[in-house]
């Protein structure tokens, strides 16, 4: 891939579902709602178990729902 003429939005679109999608954790998107909540939505077990120990080690302090 080529990463060097790609916008952001090409990487991680600015919203999605009202939301701003903060990373993605294969087919799970950690999205910052509207009302500054954050879910995790979609996604296989895996991907949620990856995105669990990503927020574990980095954003240890939010408080996750989850939107299947």
């Known amino acids: 891939m080529q990463f060097g ?8 679109p600015e919203r999605a579902d009202g939301g701003e999608v903060i990373a993605m954790f294969g ?10 909540k954050y879910e995790l939505r979609g996604g296989s077990k895996g991907d949620r178990t990856a995105a669990q120990e990503w927020i574990s080690m980095f954003m240890h302090e939010m408080v996750l729902t989850f939107q299947t």
Do not use: P
């Open 5 to 12: 003429h790609m916008k952001n939005e090409q990487l991680l």
């Open 27 to 36: 087919d799970a998107k950690l999205v910052k709602t509207i009302d500054s």
